[in-house]
Structure formats: structure tokens, C-alpha cells
């Protein structure tokens, strides 16, 4: 099988992350001299990378938020001092793992 045909055959088993990715990891394989388990190691984590990318895109899609790119981690905790910043993450945090029950 080439490599025409290997990414044709991962994209019709849908892992399109790995097939995106093949033929850099091989020619990184190639030149720090790889071991087979690590070529395939570093291929499933690109393939996970790229579902979990893809997973929280789609969410932010469904959800619908005003502005999309607003996160966190650029939220402006001084125009309300009162406000606890690790309270905020722990209530997140909570919120997470109760819905992590609901739905295990």
C-alpha cells in the first residue's frame, strides 16, 4: 500500500487527523529514528488532538455565545473586585464533574 492509498484508507475509517499529519511524522520517524510504537504513539495523540479541537469547536457552535472567542482566561475579574476569581473556577469545576455524573 502507498501513501496515496494509506490516506485513503484512513479517511474512509474517518481518522483524518492522522492522515493530515502521516507524512510529517513520517519524515520525522525517519530522521530521529523512531521507534515504531512512538511513530504510532505520536500519530493516535494528533488524531485525539484533533477530535478534542474539533469536539470543542462544535460545542461553541451549538452554544451560541454572543462573542465566541471571549474565554476565561481573558475575562476582566477588576471591574467587579468583590468578585473571588478561584471561586468562579471552583464553581466551574463543580459544575463540570455534576454534569460529568449526570451524564457517565
Known sequence: MNLIELNRALR???LGGIAAVLE???HQAQAEAMAPIDLIS???ADE???????LLERRRKQ??????QKTLDNFD???NPKM????VFVAIALLS?????LYA
Request: hydrophobic share 45%.
Open 12 to 14: 474512509l475509517l474517518r
Open 24 to 26: 510529517m511524522r513520517l
Open 42 to 44: 505520536c500519530l493516535v
Open 48 to 54: 485525539l488532538t484533533r477530535r478534542g479541537d474539533r
Open 63 to 68: 452554544a451560541r455565545f454572543r462573542d465566541p
Open 77 to 79: 475579574f477588576t471591574f
Open 84 to 87: 473571588n476569581r478561584s471561586l
Open 97 to 101: 464533574f455534576n454534569t460529568m455524573l
